[in-house]
């Protein structure tokens, strides 16, 4: 089997065991299909029966499968491809099966939950109107918060000394609501997490507030699945964010004011072994997650 999962800051493959990384992820702004095809295009040649597909850019709303298929037929000679919101790669990888919530916190936040083959895909909305507690969340308001606090808006003077240099990274923009500052708004969130560790006030606040909305999204993705805040579903925390400890345990007990049984437990693998997972044990479409394409002679 050959397995691939594409990000937005890069991408990997798994091929009998073997895994390859990519820097080319999906670029901002171009279709998920061409970022598919330039993979492939890019490959050593590879062979496969089967081929699965953890793509980001769907927001849990997988597109026609066929497209991908093709490029896979094409490139690899596979005659069945799973496509995957990346979602629920997450899901799986980290929970191979058992019931719960998944949450992968980045640059973006996508929480998915699972509970007898019934699944709900909470978030993912994007930057603009939601990712609510992820990367370009957090990072946003502290520089927000600072350039305020510059203008005379805001008192968080200790806020804006931390983030001085991203502040003249601002003011150097050409272009203020560009993909650089979408970038780096990303790029600071560590900086403000790091800067609630070390209890500036102003970062604090931030982080408490991310804390509540993830905590509320992962509640949410549990009901939407079926659950009910009586029982005990597993709850696991992924994403370049989550090593922040103290990050993750706010939104873990977040979490356990809804739901006071949630256990929180670490990911048994990654979106890789997810893609495996799911076309291994989930041979029929999932929609709106989860799409097959097979060859006619299969």
């Known amino acids: ?22 820097e080319r992820g999906k670029l901002a702004g171009e279709d998920i299909l061409t970022t598919i095809r330039n993979i492939c295009a890019s490959l050593p040649e590879l062979r496969s029966e089967t081929v699965s597909l953890s793509l980001t850019g769907f927001a849990g709303e997988v597109s026609e499968p066929v497209p991908f298929h093709d490029i896979c037929a094409q490139t690899f000679g596979s005659k069945e491809t799973a496509v995957i919101d990346d979602g629920l790669a997450s899901f799986a990888g980290a929970l191979l099966g058992q019931i719960g919530v998944a949450l992968a916190i980045g640059g973006g936040v996508v929480a998915v939950a ?10 993912g909305l994007g930057s603009t109107f939601g990712d609510e507690g992820a990367g370009f969340w957090l990072g946003s308001r502290a520089i927000a918060r600072a350039l305020a606090t510059r203008e005379g808006r805001d008192d968080k003077v200790a806020l804006l000394d ?7 990274a601002y003011d150097d923009l050409k272009v203020k609501n560009s993909s650089d500052a979408v970038l780096l708004a990303i790029e600071s969130a560590r900086k403000l997490l790091d800067s609630a560790d ?39 925390i992924t994403g370049g964010l989550a090593k922040n400890r103290n990050y993750s345990e706010l939104i873990a007990r977040q979490v356990c004011q809804e739901i006071p049984g949630a256990r929180t437990v670490s990911p048994q693998g990654n979106n890789l072994d997810g893609a495996i997972w799911i076309a291994q044990n989930l041979r029929e479409d999932l929609p709106p997650m989860l799409r097959w394409a097979r060859s006619a002679t299969l």
Request: aromatic fraction near 6%; charged fraction near 20%; proline fraction near 1%.
């Open 114 to 123: 699972g509970k007898n083959n019934n699944f709900s895909h909470v978030d």
């Open 162 to 168: 931390i983030f001085r240099d991203e502040v003249n």
């Open 1 to 22: 089997m050959i397995a691939i999962d594409v990000g937005q800051s890069g991408s990997r493959v798994q091929s009998d065991g073997v895994e390859i990384t990519l």
């Open 198 to 236: 070390q209890n500036i006030a102003g970062a604090v606040e931030i982080r408490e507030e991310g804390a509540r909305l993830l905590g509320k999204t992962i509640v949410a993705a549990w009901k939407n699945a079926g659950g009910l805040v009586s029982e005990y579903p597993n709850i696991c």
